[in-house]
């Protein structure tokens, strides 16, 4: 599979003025770049986990998967703003770019910044956390080459600090 040079992150984050969590990955995958939402791939568990975490039917539209997480005062975007991929690999990140925060950061109330994987939190150190000030929490990947690691039932458990007060 060929290198990609990600030029731009091609999804909006999806917050609104009520958010108190930030959950970031470190790139769309493939997938997630073809259907235009994040976690796309369809053995990806973050949405069965989201569903699971916080006790609401799985969402399987765009529209649905936004109502979830925005109604639980969850937003979703991601660390890089650009970089060269190969495939969906974090491994094969270089030369990353991170997101401007900024804008998140102001126009909503985010308290809690949360990683999807290990790669997303270790560049959010890197590049983000001297800028944003916060913080952030990794938790494991959801990804499919997670599976064996990570079985659903543990993803939920660790994911379920999501629902702790702030």
Sequence with gaps: MNTQRIVHHSLD??????STILILGTMPSVASREVGFY?????NRFWQVMSAVFDEPLP????????LVLSRGVALWDVLASCEITGSEDSSIRKPVANDFSAILSDSKIKRIYTTGEKAATLYRKLCRSKTGIDAIPLPSTSPANRG???LNTLIELYSVLRQPL
């Design 13 to 18: 984050p999806v917050f609104d003025s009520a």
């Design 39 to 43: 976690y796309s791939h369809p053995q």
């Design 149 to 151: 690691r990570y079985p």
């Design 60 to 67: 399987y539209t765009t529209e649905q998967k936004t109502r």
